[in-house]
Every structure is written in structure tokens, then in C-alpha cells.
């Protein structure tokens, strides 16, 4: 514990600026994302009219803290799914402990129990159009590359998924400091219910066979929900 402290004191004045930075802007970016209107949802089953579209689904699952927030994403009809998450890069709850105080290296892919659908507490999930699907997967991937350290104030598993929802021009609930669940919950509830990034016409006529190469997920870490926050 003393060598991370110690360690921490460093990483901290080089990080903490970054972080408080990058959590303000992410606000603002919110604020902004409230005025902006909903598409219409779709009156068609998602099963049926998302075969070859793509999707980004916002969820929450149980940990031994206050839960973890993370999203899926890939195409409608393949067994195949991408995650990306935001969490400290450890199986030990230490760095979990310190990174309420401290920025703390995080991970950001697939962490224990995010495949599980037992452990779901909410979920919300949004179609997009294979154009769509290329931008957004793309922000995701520059999202997880810019996002070094996890701290439970600034930068957080919440904020990390709202980052995405504000890219995509899904109105938010601003606040990232709330439970994963009521958070993944308020997002469904401020959009609707939207199922679609764009409209629903626009989304059907769009949708074409693929041209993202798909890469295999990352194997399941082994460690204890109690490391996922």
C-alpha cells in the first residue's frame, strides 16, 4: 500500500488535472445533448427489423460495490460481441480502494460477469445503420485508447458509457456519479425508449452486409465481480 501511494502521489499531479478536465468536458458535452429531440421509435420488433444492422447496447450488472456500467456492441445477428468498459486494471480491490482518491490504471474491455445475463441489472439497447456503426464503433475504440485511468469521482465506469451515448446524440442523464443501474435506466427513459440512432425508415433502408471486420472478443479476465466497478 505504501509503494502505491507513493506512486500515486506522482501519477496523481500529472493525471489529476487530465482526469477533472476530461470528466468537466463530458458535462458539458451532457448539458448540450438534453435539447437535442428523439427519433420516432420503431414500430416494428427489433427482431425482425435489425437483421444486419448493428447495435450498441448500455448495461449494468451487479458487483460486490455499487455495480458496474459497460456497453455490447456489434451486429444484430452474430453470436459475436464486442465490450468496452471502463475499470480499474486490477484483480485486487486495493486499486479500487485507492482510486477514490486517486486516478489508478484502468482496463477497459471485458471484465467478470459482463456476458452474464444474470448478473443484469438494466439495459438499453440502440440500432444503427452500418455507416453509423463505423463512427461509432470507431469513438469506442479511441475512447478505450484515451482512457488510461479510472477514478470513482472524474472518470468513472458511468462516465465512460455517457461519453459513448453523448457521441451517438442520445440525450443523457449528466449526472455520472449515479448508480450504473438508475443511470442505464434514466438514459432508456430520456430517449423513450428510442431504438434506433437515426429514425426508424432511415435505419431499415440502410442497413447492407457488413464490411466491419469483426475482430474475436478478449477472453473473460479471471477475476472476482468484487474487482469490476
Not at 455507416?131 to 472524474?154: H, Y
Request: charged share 15%; hydrophobic share 40%.
Amino acid at each position: 500500500m505504501r509503494h502505491l501511494r507513493t506512486k500515486g502521489r506522482g501519477l496523481a499531479f500529472r493525471v489529476g488535472l487530465y482526469a477533472v478536465a476530461l470528466a468537466a468536458g463530458l458535462q458539458i458535452q451532457a448539458s448540450s445533448a438534453q435539447d437535442k429531440p428523439a427519433a420516432t421509435p420503431a414500430s416494428v420488433q427489433p427482431q425482425t427489423a435489425s437483421k444486419g444492422m448493428y447495435y450498441v447496447d448500455f448495461r449494468a450488472r451487479t458487483a460486490a460495490s455499487y455495480g458496474h456500467a459497460f456497453v455490447w456492441y456489434g451486429r444484430a445477428d452474430s453470436k459475436q460481441i464486442e465490450v468496452a468498459g471502463l475499470h480499474p486494471a486490477s484483480e485486487s480491490v486495493v486499486p479500487y480502494i485507492i482510486g477514490h482518491l486517486l486516478p489508478v490504471p484502468s482496463e477497459t474491455g471485458k471484465s467478470y460477469g459482463d456476458l452474464d445475463e444474470e448478473y443484469v441489472t438494466a439495459s438499453y439497447r440502440v440500432y444503427l445503420t452500418e455507416a453509423e456503426a463505423k463512427d461509432v464503433f470507431a469513438f469506442i475504440k479511441r475512447l478505450q485508447g484515451m482512457s488510461p485511468m479510472w477514478n470513482a469521482a472524474t472518470w468513472n465506469c458511468v462516465a465512460f458509457i455517457q461519453a459513448i451515448a453523448i457521441h451517438m446524440d442520445l440525450k443523457v442523464p449528466g449526472n455520472h456519479l449515479l448508480y450504473p443501474e438508475d443511470w442505464v435506466n434514466q438514459l432508456r427513459k430520456l430517449n423513450g425508449g428510442r431504438r434506433y440512432m437515426s429514425s426508424p425508415a432511415v435505419a431499415q433502408a440502410s442497413s447492407k452486409p457488413s464490411t466491419i471486420a469483426q475482430k474475436p472478443a478478449a477472453p473473460a479476465r479471471s477475476q472476482t465481480a468484487a474487482a469490476s466497478y
